[in-house]
C-alpha cells in the first residue's frame, strides 16, 4: 500500500513508530497489539488505520533485510524510515518534514545496499533455524519463491454461508456494492476481495450470508465431508471458522461438538454462531484432551477435525511476527501436543469414521512425522487421498495424498492436513 505525498503526514508517521516500537517489544501477537493500538486512536480514519497497520507489519515481515540497511543504528525510526523509502518508494521531497539532514544521508546509504549479496537467509527475511528447516525441506529454487510467497500480505478471503445464499448472488451484490471480488480457485464456497474493504457493518456480513475464512481453510472442512444427521467434532474449534463451515455442510442436521481449552476463543464463537443460523452446534469447553466430557464419546462419533495448536508458520502472510517469535524449543513443545491431542481425537472416531488433522504449520516436524507415529500406533486407521476426496466434490487441485497447500503455489495460507478412515 502506497500512500501520496497528499495523504503522508508526520502525525501519521509518529503513529506508525509509536505503534512498531510497541509491536518489537510486546509479548503479544502483533494483530492484538495493532487492534488495541487503534482502539486507543478511534481518531484514525479506515484509510489511516489502512495505512499504518499495512506499513508496519511490512517492517515485520521484512526486519530482517531492513535491519541490514540500518547498519548500526538499529531503532523503530529508521526500519520505518528504511521500508518508505527502500519497499514503498517514497522519495526524499515525499518525507520531507520527516526526515532530518542526517538521516538523509544514511537514507542515501541504506538505498544503495545490495540485497542480493546479503545471506540466503537475511536476503529472504527469514531466522536462520527456520531458513535451514526450508533448506532440508525444499530444493533452494523453491525455498525462495515459498520465502516470497510468505511475505506477501494475505488477500481477504469470504466464505459463503450456503444455509443464506449462494456464491454467484453473493459475488453479485458485492459487485452491485462497488467491491472488486472474484470466484476463489478452489473452495466452492470461497470469493477472493482484491482490497481490504471494512465488512462488519456490510448487510451480508450482519445477516451471516459471508464470514472471513481463507480458502485453504476453507478446503479442510471438504475434507472432512461431513454429511446430514452424524456427530461430528471440531476438537480445537478455536473462534470457529471451520464449526460454522461444518454446520452448514451438514444443513444444520445433526450434532456438531466444537471443543476447545480457551473460553475466550469459544465467547468469540456465540455471536458468528447467532448470524450463521446453525441449530447443530454445541460448543464446550474442555480443561485438556483428556477431558471426561471427551472420553463420553469415544468410539461414537462420525468425523472428527484437528486443527492442531502449531507454530503458526504457514500464516507469516497474516502473522509475520511468528517467524521472529517462534523457536526450535517452542516447535518441539508444540510437537509433543499435537501427538498427545491427536490421540485424543482419534479415540472419538468409530469404525467406519474418519479423522483430519490438519495445521497450518510448514514444518514436517509438525505434519508428516505426528501422523506417521500416530498411525503407527493406531493400524486401524488407514490413510485416504485428499486429492481424490477432494475431486469427488469437484475440487481440482494437484495435492496427493496429504493436502500441502503453499502461497506461492495455490495463492492460500499454507496449510497441511491428512486424511485416515478408521476401518
Not at 70 to 94: F, H, I, K, P, Y
Not at 127 to 137: N, R, S, T, V
Not at 258 to 273: C, G, H, I, N, S
Not at 323 to 345: D, F, G, N, T, Y
Request: charged share 25%; with cysteine.
Amino acid at each position: 500500500m502506497t500512500m501520496s505525498k497528499e495523504r503522508f503526514s508526520h502525525a501519521l508517521f509518529r503513529h506508525a513508530e509509536a505503534l512498531l516500537s510497541e509491536l518489537l517489544r510486546s509479548v503479544f501477537p502483533a494483530d492484538q497489539v495493532v487492534s488495541r493500538y487503534f482502539r486507543q486512536h478511534r481518531e484514525l480514519g479506515h484509510a489511516d488505520r489502512g495505512f499504518i497497520a499495512e506499513t508496519v507489519f511490512l517492517v515485520l515481515r521484512r526486519k530482517r533485510s531492513l535491519s541490514a540497511r540500518c547498519a548500526d543504528e538499529l531503532t523503530s525510526r529508521r526500519l520505518l524510515l528504511a521500508v518508505l523509502a527502500c519497499l514503498q518508494g517514497m522519495n526524499r521531497r515525499q518525507l520531507e518534514g520527516v526526515l532530518s539532514e542526517s538521516e538523509s544521508k544514511w537514507l542515501a546509504q541504506a538505498k544503495a545496499v545490495r540485497i542480493d549479496e546479503l545471506p540466503p537467509a537475511v536476503r529472504l527475511d527469514l531466522p536462520d533455524w527456520l531458513y535451514a528447516e526450508f533448506m532440508a525441506q525444499y530444493a533452494a529454487d523453491e525455498v525462495e519463491r515459498l520465502a516470497n510467497g510468505l511475505n506477501q500480505p494475505a488477500p481477504l478471503d469470504l466464505r459463503v454461508n450456503p444455509l443464506k445464499t449462494g456464491r454467484s448472488e453473493v459475488l453479485a451484490r458485492l459487485l452491485a456494492d462497488g467491491l472488486a471480488a472474484e470466484a476463489c480457485r478452489y473452495s466452492p464456497l470461497g470469493i477472493r476481495l482484491l482490497g481490504k474493504p471494512a465488512l462488519s457493518k456490510h448487510p451480508l456480513f450482519i445477516d451471516g450470508s459471508i464470514e472471513v475464512q481463507d480458502e485453504g481453510s476453507q478446503l479442510l472442512g471438504f475434507l472432512v465431508q461431513p454429511r446430514r444427521g452424524e456427530m461430528i467434532a471440531d476438537f480445537c474449534a478455536g473462534a470457529g471458522g471451520k464449526t460454522l463451515l461444518l454446520g452448514a455442510l451438514m444443513r444444520s442436521q445433526g450434532r456438531l461438538y466444537a471443543f476447545d481449552v480457551a473460553e475466550r476463543r469459544l465467547a468469540r464463537l456465540k455471536p458468528r454462531l447467532a448470524r450463521s443460523g446453525l441449530s447443530n452446534v454445541y460448543p464446550l469447553q474442555i480443561e485438556s484432551e483428556r477431558d471426561v466430557k471427551i472420553r463420553r464419546l469415544a468410539g461414537k462419533l462420525d468425523r472428527v477435525l484437528v486443527d492442531a495448536p502449531c507454530s503458526g508458520l504457514g500464516t507469516l502472510r497474516r502473522n509475520p511476527d511468528l517467524k521472529w517469535r517462534q523457536m526450535p524449543a517452542s516447535v518441539a513443545e508444540l510437537c509433543a501436543k499435537q501427538a498427545a491431542i491427536l490421540a485424543a481425537a482419534g479415540s472419538l472416531v468409530k469404525v467406519g469414521g474418519r479423522l483430519v488433522y490438519a495445521t497450518c504449520s510448514l514444518l514436517e516436524a509438525e505434519n508428516d512425522a505426528v501422523v506417521q507415529a500416530f498411525l503407527a500406533q493406531h493400524p486401524d486407521f488407514v490413510p485416504c487421498s485428499a486429492q481424490d476426496i477432494l475431486a469427488r466434490q469437484g475440487i481440482a487441485i494437484d495435492v496427493g495424498e496429504r493436502l500441502r497447500l503453499l502461497p506461492h503455489q495455490h495463492g492460500t495460507d499454507a496449510f497441511y492436513a491428512a486424511v485416515m478412515d478408521r476401518r
